[in-house]
């Protein structure tokens, strides 16, 4: 018993220490995935920004292209903005760009291109 005096404190500090490193380590990640839960949510209302530009585009398409070869203009919505202009290369094809800003700052570009009498998606390019 007298070898083992003064081996507790030594041993509490290092498993303390250990301890320590593990809260902070655990405290690190939940922090990263806060960070990733608010991307994802930015995401997703910039994407949902997307769907409703497209179907109002896909309207003013439908309303404009008898009459108009190119269109542009900007649409508002509750959480944000989109931009947009189209042009008609042919008869039966036109191609439009939609810019998307939210509110939070995400930007969301894409290009596509629809047949006219019916509005149905032929083609669709995106950047971020």
């Known amino acids: 018993m007298r070898n ?4 507790i404190f030594p041993m509490t500090v290092m498993f303390s220490c250990v301890f320590l490193f593990c809260l902070l380590h655990v405290l690190c990640l939940y922090e990263m995935e806060l960070e990733f839960a608010k991307d994802e949510q930015q995401s997703y209302e910039a994407d949902s920004l997307m769907q409703m530009a497209v179907a109002d585009i896909k309207a003013s398409i439908a309303s404009h292209v008898p009459t108009q070869q190119t269109n542009s ?19 039966d094809q036109v191609k439009a760009k939609v810019s998307v800003f939210s509110n939070e700052g995400v930007r969301y570009t894409a290009e596509f291109t629809v047949s006219f009498p019916n509005l149905e998606l032929l083609e669709w390019k995106e950047s971020f």
Not at 4 to 7: L, N
């Open 4 to 7: 083992e005096k003064g081996m």
């Open 73 to 91: 203009g900007m649409l508002v919505y509750p959480n944000g903005r989109a931009e947009y202009s189209w042009q008609q290369l042919s008869n």
